[in-house]
């Protein structure tokens, strides 16, 4: 497989838009070559919690996946807009096929150590099957990945939508150069938070040590960008950091 | 691919028994040769509409599937038990991937006319892609299909699994000489309705017409019939009408 690979990763902003997700899965049918979309959840899984009225526990602000909220987020994640999506790219044109870790055993997870904080089903990814990841992409289907994934023993595992993205890229990356796009609210890494036209168009790993002492980055978007220039450094060819509209307009910030 | 094709469909008797159910994964992905699961979806679809307060719209003692229905549905028949069979197959060590019709553009459904009742996102099989059930088939994996499936226009369908697993096995008797197996609560079709030795070893387009004059194949049994006859009528090898319970051991009522 000679041409490149997109892989495209979208949040909660945009599944929770019913127009903005429709664009969205318009213009990811059109983009060329071979791609991949791995999806978060959205509010959609919090909403049904609240509804069925689960007890949601929470450690140091981050929620636990116990049984009832597994339970929840596979059906939301890997079942509703999964396959939402699934159906929605096929109506734009693009042959989609919906893939939670356990499907074709595709992604492995491992459940994370209860020491210090047991979450609860939550797992971080182990290993990509990057044969079946080419094989599915020679026959020309699109795999649209949930965050849910398995530990291969039976248990389903809830994980980080940006760390299944970036697991899939480097497992993509074996196989032909991979660009990775992560979709956010803003267009880019902005110089000035409060200007959306002050996106970087580049970072490296020799540019990004003084942004992050001046804290141009700063907070949330640390791990964003350091999990960027690890994937980089791992063999994705280039990471980009934009928003969802106005896909392969080549806008937003690249790491390489 | 000379080697034949078993279809199997379950229903809630099993999918309700988190018992029965681990026994019965452990028996198909034993099952020699090439297989296809087909799944319907048990009762945890209305506890669940239930618990959301969906308002529960009925025509003749049928569901109608409204919006809010159809959304239940896919996130517990495409999701939470698809998911979870398939995570309990791959812990049995049997290669499966949960397909719902939209992944893969695998399976097309027509939603049903409205005229002479709106059931409404309800859908009748309209399409089985062979050439990709086959493509699957020879990379040993083992489709699970959930009874949802889509127009290709962006409309998810809730479809009936005894007739999903009719239209695959069908479409896999283009590829492999296909048998298609119908679990159900009895051991077979029963000469004796209160005995479950009385199982009827075979029923053919001939031996079927006196059984059904004389009552012993009365009422939810006679669609059951027809549809199988019809199945061997239009290709598939045979189907049988059985228990989940020691699957393959060549129990039950075979249709010819």
């Known amino acids: 497989m000679k041409e490149g ?7 909660g902003n ?11 899965l318009g213009e990811f049918a059109s983009l060329p070559g071979r791609k991949i979309l791995v999806h978060g959840g ?10 069925l009225e689960l007890k949601v526990r929470m450690v140091e602000g981050r929620r636990i ?40 055993n595709i992604v492995t997870a491992r459940r994370r150590s209860p020491e210090p904080i047991d ?10 099957d990057s044969d079946l990841l080419g094989r599915l992409l020679e026959t020309e289907l699109t795999p649209v990945f949930p965050a849910i994934m398995h530990d291969g023993c039976g248990t389903l595992l809830n994980c980080n939508a940006d760390s299944v993205a970036s697991a899939v890229a480097l497992g993509a990356a074996r196989l032909a150069p991979t660009d990775l796009v992560y979709c956010f609210e803003k267009r880019g890494v902005l110089r000035d938070p409060d200007d959306e036209q002050s996106v970087i168009a580049e970072i490296t790993a ?13 907070r949330g978007m ?11 450094g791992q063999g ?12 392969g307009d080549g806008s937003g910030t690249v790491i390489r």
């Not at 945009?14 to 997700?21: G, H, N, Q, R």
């Not at 020799?206 to 700063?218: F, H, I, M, N, Q």
């Open 65 to 104: 996946t116990d049984k009832g909220m597994l339970d929840v987020v596979t059906m939301v994640y890997a079942g509703l807009v999964n396959k939402q999506i699934v159906a929605g790219l096929q109506a734009a044109g693009c042959n989609a096929i919906g893939l939670s870790g356990a499907d074709g």
């Open 42 to 51: 959205g509010k959609l899984a919090t909403r049904l919690a609240e509804r």
């Open 119 to 128: 979450f609860g089903f939550v797992g971080d990814i182990e290993r990509v």
């Open 5 to 11: 690979i997109t892989v495209v990763k979208i949040g």
């Open 206 to 218: 020799e540019s990004y040590p003084p942004l992050k002492a001046d804290g141009t980055v700063s």
């Open 236 to 247: 994705v060819r280039s990471v980009t950091i934009r928003s969802s509209e106005g896909l």
């Open 222 to 232: 640390i791990p964003k960008i350091e999990n960027a220039l690890k994937a980089v």
């Open 14 to 24: 945009v599944i929770d838009d019913a127009a903005a997700l429709k664009r969205f």
